[in-house]
């Protein structure tokens, strides 16, 4: 005598409905701007006594990432001027970026 086995009932999921409405607002996950400063360039600095020095900036987001020796550079004053205006862009995007999730995270 052959043993039955099941009933097999095949499950199919219900229609799918809107998703229920979010009152919590969902973690946030997302990340701070970030820059791996894919490329560098040696500019001009004036350090805040007055000092001009030789260093890496990046172009993307105008990290001064490293000095570089003076006479190291063929032409010092050929450089181009450390671009401040790109450092504070850059600055500004960060800053709004946790003011907006401060906000996110308030409301
Ligand atoms: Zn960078």
Redo the contacts with the bound molecule.
Sequence with gaps: MAEVVGPFVLRVPGPVGPPPPRHVPLPDTSDPPR????R?EVRRMRQSNGVFVARTQ??????G?QNVRKDSVPDFDALPAFDEPLREA?RSRVDRYYADRRAAAAS
């Design positions: 820059c791996d400063h894919p560098t990046c172009l993307t987001c105008g990290a990432i850059w």
